[in-house]
């Protein structure tokens, strides 16, 4: 069973810094790649950023490109997003997803990805 487990989200504040990790095994990290999405109040998920299976590649959302960095660290079977110069409007619940195949719509589609995570709250003050 596939398992993603995410943490690091918290409350800041405008400019400030995070980073969330999202925490599974050897096995799953090897067979997948991995995105983050996030969720605002009263609005749908929308795609953050990915990281091919073999970490050869990224990709990320216009809204935050220059500011976050996925990466992933498969000896510790873990993802990260680190998220600089936060704005409030970058306040949402996180989640962390895992896929196997592309089938259409790029890494950035939410039905490409087969695991998610419980999601971790990011809340940024102005």
């Known amino acids: 069973q596939v398992q993603l487990v995410e943490s690091g989200g918290g409350l800041v504040q405008a400019g400030d810094s995070l980073r969330l990790s999202c925490a599974t095994s050897?096995?799953?990290?090897?067979?997948?790649?991995m995105g983050w999405f996030r969720q605002a109040p009263g609005k749908e998920r929308e795609f953050v950023a990915a990281?091919?299976?073999?970490?050869?590649?990224?990709y990320y959302a216009d809204s935050v490109k220059g500011r976050f960095t996925i990466s992933r660290d498969n000896a510790k079977s873990t993802v990260f997003l680190q998220m600089n110069s936060l704005k409030p409007e970058d306040t949402a619940v996180y989640y962390c997803?895992?896929?196997?195949?592309?089938?259409?719509?790029?890494?950035?589609?939410?039905?490409?990805?087969?695991?998610w995570g419980q999601g971790t709250q990011v809340t940024v003050s102005s």
């Open positions: 050897e096995r799953t990290l090897n067979a997948h790649f």
């Open positions: 990281v091919t299976r073999y970490g050869g590649s990224t």
């Open positions: 997803a895992a896929g196997r195949t592309i089938y259409s719509g790029g890494y950035s589609y939410p039905p490409n990805y087969d695991y």
